[in-house]
C-alpha cells in the first residue's frame, strides 16, 4: 500500500480530464448534458482543475430515469440470479485490475493520501462487490399458515424494488457507489447514481467497467450533475421506486420531501457526532491510536467519525498527550507522497466550514490543546489543509459539540468515577445523532453494559474499523432510516408480495 506511484499513468490520466467534458453514462452510452452544462472537478491538494464535467439537468434525469425503467421492465428481469453473481464478480475482477487507476483518482478528486485510495476505496469496493454477488441467488420469500376457513396456500415473494436512485457523498465516492450497486444489482433492480459533484471521476470510470463487465444497458446509469439540480430532479421523479442516500442531514430532509411526488421508499445514512469512550482499565497503546485515527483520518471528513472524546480522569493526561504527539507526528500534505497520513479537505468551501466551526468553539469558550489553523504556505501548494485540532472546555450547548464537523476537530472531555454506566450513556447520547460508538476498556461488563445503552447503529469495543460488507450499517435518530450492507442491506432493495391461493 505504500508503494510509489506511476508518475506516467497519473500524467495520463490528468491530460484524460483535461481536455474535453467528460461525459456520463445513460443507457449504455456516453453522453454530454442535453443542455451542454458542464462543471468544474477541483484537485483539493492543490485547488487546481481537473477538469469539467456533464452537468446533468431535468431532460438528462428524465432519460437516465427511463433508461433504467426499460432495462428493470426488459432484459434485466431476465437475467437469472447466478448471471447476475457472475456479473458482480466479473466487475469486482475489474476493479482490481484497474485498481492503481482507481486509487489514483480517488486521491487526485477527493484529496485522499494515496495508501488509503489503495487500501479502503479500491479493496473495499472489491469486497462490496464479492459480499454481494453471493446474495444474488440467496434472496428468499417464505411461506405461512394463514387462519381463514378452507385450505389455503399463502406465499410471501421477495421482489426487487424498481429503478433505484442512490445519491452519494464526496469523502467515499468509489466505495460508496459500489456499496450502494452491488446491493441493488443483486437483488434485480436498476439504477441511475449519481456521484457527488466535488468528485465524479472514480464513479465515471467505474461506469466504463460496469460496461466493459457486461451489464445490459441501462442496467447502471451514472448521471453527474449539483445536488440542487441533478440530485433533487432524481429524488422528485415520479418514476423512480426508491432513493438511497448518503450524506448531510440537511439534504436528508430534502430528499424526504422530495421523496413525497410518488412515496418512493426513502433509505438514508445521514451525519454522526459519534463518542469515543476510554476507561481507567483500557490498553492505553490500542485506545489512543484509535482517539487520534477516528476523528484525524480521511481529515475527519468520515460520517462515524469519533468527533467526542470522553476519557476517564486516571488516564485522561497520558491519552491527550498521546493525541496530541499523533496529532503534531503525522504528516499532513500532500497525498501522492505514499507517507502522507492526512490530506486536504475536499474543497474551500469545506476548509471554511471547519475552521468556522472551531472560531465558534473558541468564541463559545473553549479551548484549543492542538491545531486549530488552516494550513498553507511551502508544502501545501493551495490545497484546502487543515491542521488536526483538539478542543477542550466545551459545553453539551456548543455547536462545536452539538453538530457535526466533518473535519479534523475532536472535542475531549474527562469523566471520573462518579459518572455511572447510565449518565456516561446520556452524555453520550445526548446529540441529536446516532451513528456510531467506540468504547476501549478491559471491563467486559462495562463494555456490553454501555453498548445496550448507546443509541447508535455501529458500536466497537476494544478495536477500530467494525464496518463490513457483512454488517448492518446506519444510525438511530437523526443518523438516518434504514440498513445498509449485511441481509438488511439486501432486503431493502426487495419488496414484499403475499399471494393467497384458495386450494
Ligand atoms: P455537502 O453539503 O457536504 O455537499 P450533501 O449531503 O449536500 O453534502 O451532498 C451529498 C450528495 O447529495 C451529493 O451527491 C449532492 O450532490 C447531493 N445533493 C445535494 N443537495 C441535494 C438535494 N437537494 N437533493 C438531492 N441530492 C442533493
Known sequence: MNAPYNPGLLDQLQLRYAGGTAKMLIGGEWMEAASGETFETINPSTGKLIGHVASAGETDIDRAVAA?????????????PDERTRLLLKLAELIEANGEELALLETLDVGRPIQFSRMLDVQGAVSQLRYNAGWASKIMGETAEISAPGE????????????CAQIVPWNFPLVMAVGKLAPALAAGCTVVLKPAEQTPLSTLRLGELVMEAGFPEGVVNIVTGLGRTAGAALAAHRDVDKVAFTGSTVTGKAIIEASKTNFKRVQLELGGKSPTYIFADADLSKAIPAAAMGIFFNAGQVCAAGSRLFVHEAVADAVLEGVVAMAKGMKVGQTLDASTMIGPLVSAVQRERVTGYIASGRAQGASVLVGGEALSGEGYDGGYFVQPTVLLDTKPDMRVR????????????????????????GRGNETEFGLSASIYTSNISTAHKLARRLKAGTIRINGSGGVDPALPLGGFKASGWGRENGKAGIEAYTELKAVSVAL
Not at 389455503?152 to 429503478?163: A, D, F, K, N, Q
Open 68 to 80: 433504467a425503467r426499460a432495462a428493470f421492465e426488459g432484459p434485466w428481469a431476465k437475467v437469472k
Open 152 to 163: 389455503w396456500l399463502s406465499y410471501v415473494l421477495r421482489e426487487p424494488i424498481g429503478v
Open 402 to 425: 452539538k453538530e457535526e464537523i466533518f473535519g479534523p476537530v475532536l472535542c475531549a472531555m474527562r469523566f471520573g468515577d462518579d459518572a455511572d454506566i447510565d449518565a456516561l450513556a
